[in-house]
Structures are given as structure tokens and as C-alpha cells.
């Protein structure tokens, strides 16, 4: 009998514990991300439980939220990033074509002694997202949609981070597509001056001027009879 009357209480105590539990799991995960625009910036942001986390690197935007040290900056290109003190072991290669480019990016997991990303494949669960302004073609994440791949990078032990990816050049594209866009709109302006010309020329001719005088000789002369 009170089995059954404190029954709902019980099943109500047991969900807010997984509930809470699961929050507490989830807020300690180490997350590491990147996102290429499609300006050639990057925007990069790490989220790391605690808050005893050394930073050598003054570029950071250090903030804090709750138990988590949350650090983010923004950088003009792959180039300035490669000259930054404390930054992924990230090796990018790119193939430029017209409209397009080919990128292949590649992380190692050997990191430098005393270095944030040390820090950060040290801790459980750290996880490393990478998005990229176009498609991915070939990566060994876990989870990968679209532009966006995701390591876990304990289950990769010491195996670097691959991705394969289709970069569209926005400004370019959208110079290409105007210029194409301006040349249609011109050449339908041509055919329809060319077509107005045509009605004038055929409307003022001298030859149906011409033909329009001898018809009226000819109806005046059959009105005088």
C-alpha cells in the first residue's frame, strides 16, 4: 500500500537525479572548435572544465561560465593562424581553382609541451569540431554532416585528425554570377533594340514610303475619273 502511494514520488526523485546527473556529465565535456567563413577568417572558441587552465597565448578572449573557462578570439586567415604561439598542430593544404578549392586539413596529436591543446587531450571526453565554408568530402570523425565534422579524440588515441573538403570562393561566385546575370540582361536589351529598330525601319522605309505615295497617285487619279 505505500509502495504504491510514494510510487510516483519515487519515479520523480530517480528522474531529476539522471536528470542532473546527465547536465553535470555533459557540462564537464572539453569541446574545441573552429569555424572557417566564407571570407577566409576563422572564428575559434574552447571550452574546458575548471578554471585552472594556463593560457599562453594573449590573443585568447578569456571568460568564464559556471565551472567552465571558455576562451574565443577571431583570426584573418589559415596563414596568421599558423603564426599564432598557441594553436592546434593544424596543417592545411589547399588546391585553388576558379570558382573552387580543394582543402585538406590535418591535425597531430603530438602537442607541445605546457600548451593549451595539451591540456585539452588530456581531460575525458574532449572533443574537437571543425566547419568549413562548403562540403566535406572524406573525413575520420565520428560525426560528420554536411560542413561540419566532430572527433572524439580519445577513441583516435595518437591518429591525426583528418578532413577532405570542397571550399566555394563566395566573393568570387558572386562576382561570377552578376557578370553572368549583367551579360543576359544586356543581351535581352540588344534584341529588344534591335526589334524596335527593326519596326521603325520597316514602318519609315523609303521603299514603303515609296509604295504609299503610288497607292495614293493611283486613288487619287481613280477618284478624278
Not at 568564464?64 to 599558423?82: F, M
Not at 589547399?94 to 591543446?117: H, M
Amino acid at each position: 500500500m505505500y509502495m504504491k502511494k510514494y510510487f510516483p514520488v519515487v519515479i520523480l526523485v530517480l528522474s531529476l537525479l539522471l536528470f542532473s546527473c546527465s547536465s553535470l556529465q555533459a557540462g564537464d565535456e572539453a569541446s574545441w572548435t573552429i569555424k572557417w567563413n566564407n571570407n577566409g577568417s576563422l572564428d575559434e572558441k574552447v571550452i574546458i572544465p575548471g578554471h585552472n587552465v594556463v593560457v599562453n597565448d594573449q590573443e585568447w578572449e578569456t571568460s568564464h561560465s559556471g565551472n567552465q573557462t571558455i576562451l574565443s578570439r577571431h583570426v584573418k586567415d589559415w596563414r596568421a593562424y599558423g603564426q599564432l604561439g598557441d594553436s592546434l598542430p593544424l596543417t592545411v593544404v589547399q588546391k585553388d581553382y576558379v570558382l573552387l578549392k580543394f582543402a585538406s586539413l590535418t591535425v597531430k596529436q603530438e602537442a607541445t609541451p605546457g600548451s593549451l591543446f595539451e591540456q585539452f587531450i588530456g581531460l575525458a571526453n574532449a572533443r574537437l569540431s571543425i566547419e568549413v565554408p562548403g562540403a566535406i568530402r572524406n573525413s575520420n570523425a565520428q560525426a560528420s554532416q554536411d560542413s561540419l565534422a566532430t572527433w572524439n579524440l580519445a577513441s583516435l588515441e595518437s591518429s591525426p585528425v583528418k578532413l577532405d573538403a570542397v571550399i566555394f570562393d563566395g566573393i568570387f561566385l558572386g562576382i561570377t554570377f552578376f557578370a553572368f546575370c549583367f551579360i543576359i540582361i544586356f543581351i535581352i536589351y540588344l534584341n529588344r533594340i534591335r526589334r524596335v529598330h527593326r519596326l521603325i525601319a520597316e514602318e519609315y522605309s523609303l521603299d514603303r514610303a515609296a509604295l504609299e505615295f503610288t497607292q495614293g497617285e493611283i486613288e487619287n487619279q481613280g477618284e478624278e475619273k
